[in-house]
């Protein structure tokens, strides 16, 4: 993942498209990068991701709660199941 993906903060949902346009982008650039290559593959640590994001949070000392999310929530959902087994 690149820096400017890996850095971009979403705070609304224009940003979140952005984020997404900026996703497929390293998803093209950086294939190798991605454990999850496949649309099965990515939905299903989607889900997982989604499932376990709390302890992400926790584990970052981040002030976050998954339960009332936001669009920087999603988008962090969508970078971690890039890489989630």
């Not at 890996?6 to 952005?18: A, L, P």
């Not at 302890?55 to 890489?83: E, H, L, R």
């Amino acid at each position: 993942m690149d820096d400017t993906l890996s850095n971009f903060k979403v705070t609304d949902r224009q940003s979140f498209i952005k984020f997404l346009d900026l996703l497929r982008q390293d998803f093209l650039n950086n294939p190798d990068s991605w454990e999850n290559k496949t649309l099965p593959d990515f939905l299903e640590s989607l889900s997982s991701y989604a499932e376990d994001i709390q302890g992400y949070y926790d584990n970052m000392n981040q002030d976050v709660n998954a339960d009332q999310p936001s669009w920087q929530t999603f988008a962090d959902i969508f970078k971690g199941a890039t890489i989630y087994e």
